[in-house]
């Protein structure tokens, strides 16, 4: 498997303009979730999704959109970049609530560092 | 809203000693809490998890320790490495979402 995988690694974006950011996982998991992460500090939910067809807000939506339609997919919109947005963005997926010792899991991908200039 | 505090100096220790971090919290009620370690460069990895009905956890030379009342939770690594050198968060979920700290960045000197 391999894993939460996202796309591109990096990317510079100039004000106004637009991009996704991609995500895919293998592990056919249901939960996935968008976080982005400034320097020195935690990861900031940004949104969610528990299943195909169904997102939800996170801390810090204002300026991002979400869509999931299918399993695997997860992709993040910004439509208008700020320098506001310059960040790092890590996709991840949830482990479902069965028993075992990683029940609940959050599995990341590697990150995408976002530069809005 | 929540907040989740843990220390932001780094902790320095000795390879071989118990590093000990700290993860507190306030307006909050999580069922479980979570500990990742990330790498400069690096996504978050899963350590551990302890839910609000376990007072403590291990794995390997991992343990975790939950007071609800305290609003605290402990994260310890026995006979540290200096590969045990990293940030590591803590996170707490409130249903389907998670809140993390800011991580503390552990350096273990040989």
């Known amino acids: 498997n391999a894993g939460v995988t996202q796309t591109p690694k990096f990317r510079i974006l100039k004000i106004g303009q637009s991009m996704t950011l991609q995500c895919t996982q293998d592990m056919n998991h249901n939960y996935m979730y968008w976080y982005r992460q400034d320097p020195g500090m935690g990861l900031k939910l940004i949104y969610y999704?528990?299943?195909?067809?169904?997102?939800d807000k996170g801390e810090v939506p204002n300026g991002y959109n979400v869509s999931r339609s299918t399993t695997e997919d997860f992709p993040l919109r910004l439509e208008l970049a700020a320098p506001s947005q310059t960040s790092v963005y890590f996709c991840a997926s949830r482990h479902p609530r069965t028993s075992g010792p990683f029940q609940e899991t959050q599995y990341f991908g590697p990150g995408t560092r976002l530069l809005v200039l | 809203s929540q907040k989740i505090e843990q220390n932001s100096e780094a902790l320095n220790i000795q390879e071989g000693k118990t590093a000990t971090l700290t993860c507190n919290y306030t307006n909050y009620s999580p069922a479980y809490l979570q500990w990742y370690r990330q790498d400069p460069g690096r996504g978050p990895v899963f350590l551990l998890l302890?839910?609000?009905?376990?007072k403590e956890k291990r794995k390997e030379r991992l343990k975790v320790t939950f007071d609800t009342t305290l609003k605290q939770s402990l994260f310890h690594i026995t006979a540290s490495q200096p590969a045990d050198s990293a940030t590591y968060l803590c996170a707490l979920n409130n249903f389907n979402k998670f809140y993390f700290g800011s991580g503390t960045k552990l350096n273990v000197k040989p």
């Open positions: 999704s528990v299943g195909a067809g169904i997102t």
């Open positions: 302890i839910r609000e009905n376990e």
